[in-house]
Each structure stands twice: as C-alpha cells, then as structure tokens.
C-alpha cells in the first residue's frame, strides 16, 4: 500500500468532516481528553518555573526578603493568579475556535505538545518565547487547513493580533509614565533613607508579585480553556495552579540566580517601573479575556527606558528581541502542530480502520 496515499486521503476525509464519532471508540475518545489535561498540567509546571524567574530574580538580587520567602510569595502570587484571576479566560478557547469536541481534542495535543517543545527548545537557546504567540497562531492555522470542520472567530482573531501589536506600545507609556511618578516621589523623600528603602521594598515586592499572579491568570488561564476539553473548570483549574505553583517553587531558584543582577543593572526605579507597567497593560488584557504575552509586554517597558535614556545600543537589541520573539516561535510552532495535528489524525484513523 503507498502510505503516502493513505496519509492524503485520511487529511482529505478530515477536512471534509466525513470521519465522524462512528469511527473513533470511546477509548480514544477518552484517550486524548487525558492527554490534553496531562499536556498542559506539564505546561503549566514549566511555564510557572520558567515565566516567574524574572520577578523571583528581582526579589533575590535586591535582597528585598529572603531568598527562600522570594520563592514562596512568587509561588502563592501564581497559584491565586492561576485559580482566582484566570476566570476571565476560561472561555477564551471555547470562544477562539469551535469544532468537533474529537477533532478540538486532536488539536489541542497536538498544540500543547509542540508549544511545549519549542517553549523548551528557544528558552534554551535565550531566545524570548511567549506561549499565547505560539499556541493561537497554530490553532488558526489547522483550523484554516480544515475546510470549515473548525471555524475561527474572526472577532477573536482580530482581538488577539491587535493586543499583540497595542499591548507593547501601552506598556511603554505606563512604563515612562510610572518611571516619572516614582522618580518624583523619591526626589520628595530623598532626605530621609529610611523611607526611601521602605518605598523601594514595597513597589518591588508588590511589582514582582502582581506579574507573576497575572502570569497565573493569563497564561495558566489559557492553558485552563483548552484543558476543558477534558475535565469540568474547577479540576482543571485547581489541578493547573497546583501544577504551576510547583513549577515556581521547584524550577525557578536556579535561574533566578544567574539572572537577578542581569536584570537590577536597569536600577531600582527602571526595574519597578517596568514590573508594574507591565502588570497593569498585562491585567487589563487579561479581564478582557485576550491572551497576550507578557514577555512582548515587559520588552516595551525596557524599550521604552531605553528610548527615555536615549542609549541607541540597548534599544536595538530589546527591538531585535522582539522581533525573534514575533516571528521565529509562532511560525516553528505552526509547522510543528501542522505536523503533529496530520500525525495524530493519521493514527485515529488508522485505529478506527
């Protein structure tokens, strides 16, 4: 038999819509439901240790509290994002992308798995990865190969595009903003030291937690949409900030290390700045209930101090950093789940035969 044949003719029949509920035993059925919760209970555990390491650095490196209550607070601050703010995205893939609940949980394995290994191969190799822009893009593009089985809200689409092109700009602005603010506030108290460090433990430490609980609400929270395939929201939502918390509990310490005084070399001031900017833009995307990437976010407020301090060399690595993050993990993804999606139809079918 040419196999090649066969794999056409299996993506012919799915982007049809002829294969139908018939053909797939409720062992598989349940099968890739397990999958899919188990996916992203893995994502959320990597992303957690991964995403928050820039806020627990910051927290180390300037000393503000122990090492080991840095780490604790980073980890509490995700679990609330994860279980009580994500309830603005819960609905967000139901929204996106509507289909077959057989052929939603083919998609979403096979999204989550090479989200989850390109996440893992560009955060390896320093490349800024943002899993909103790596696992929305490859939604729409097996959606748009499927000939009507899936349907993409174009509302959504438009949404999700403009919050990537908007959201960095907003981030500048707030961060400029804020960098002002502070700046002003610290000139008032400049005689008395005391209150001055008091001020700058607050605004680092509240910064630092409010990114990592809208880290929880909005990229745990996207995971959380796509795992209702499997299991009713209040498991997989406890289940995925339990899987998350642990992530920044156990993974986060190392890498926070080596990169604590990377990040404070922007000063006290900057630092804060951004962290909050960040958060603000960032929460306000999140109770829309858009998915956006707090990696892109946190670039525009460096961007944007880089601008205010005019220094030409900082501004156009951070611009290329963008850039990399813009195109290089969402069209690796994209291949990568097309692959993956083609694959996975190929072996339902082939066990349905």
């Known amino acids: 038999m040419d196999y090649i044949l066969l794999f ?46 820039p806020s627990v650095a910051i927290l180390i490196s300037t000393r503000v509290i122990k090492t080991r209550y840095s780490i604790l607070i980073a980890s509490i601050s995700m679990f609330l994002g994860a279980s009580l703010g994500s309830f603005s995205m ?48 490859s939604l729409t593009i097996i959606a748009l190969i499927s000939d009507g089985v899936l349907v993409i809200n174009l509302h959504t689409l438009l949404l999700v595009i403009s919050s990537w092109i908007f959201s960095p700009i907003i981030s500048i602005l707030l961060t400029i903003s804020l960098y002002f603010l502070i700046r002003r506030y610290i000139d008032r108290i400049e005689n008395s030291l005391i209150k001055v460090i008091k001020f700058y433990r607050l605004i680092i430490l509240a910064s630092c937690s409010f990114i990592v609980f809208v880290l929880g609400a909005n990229t745990i929270g996207l995971l959380v949409s796509l795992g209702l395939v499997s299991f009713p929201h209040n498991i997989v939502e406890l289940t995925y900030a339990v899987g998350a918390s642990l992530g920044t509990f156990t993974l986060s310490k190392r890498a926070a290390i080596k990169v604590g005084f990377k990040i404070t070399k922007l000063g006290y001031t900057s630092s804060s700045s951004v962290m909050l900017g960040s958060f603000l833009t960032s929460e306000v995307f999140t109770l829309m209930g858009i998915p956006i990437s ?11 101090l880089s601008l205010l301090n005019m ?18 993990a969402p069209l690796l993804c994209m291949m990568g789940s097309l692959v993956a999606f083609e694959s996975t139809s190929a072996l339902v079918f082939l066990h349905a035969l």
């Open 8 to 53: 056409e003719h299996i993506i012919t029949i799915l982007s049809q819509g002829i294969l139908t509920f018939t053909y797939i035993s409720p062992f598989m059925f349940d099968f890739f439901a397990i999958l899919v919760f188990l996916l992203g209970l893995l994502v959320s555990f990597v992303v957690g240790g991964n995403n928050s390491v």
């Open 90 to 137: 819960q609905k967000f893939a139901e929204r996106a992308i509507r289909g077959p609940l057989y052929i939603l949980e083919m998609v979403f394995f096979s999204t989550l798995l090479i989200s989850l290994i390109s996440f893992l191969i560009l955060s390896k190799r320093g490349i800024p990865t943002s899993l909103s822009q790596m696992i929305y893009p």
């Open 294 to 304: 707090l990696t892109q976010i946190t670039m525009g407020g460096i961007i944007g």
């Open 311 to 328: 220094s030409n060399k900082s501004t156009s690595s951070n611009v290329r950093n963008v850039i990399k993050n813009w195109t290089m």
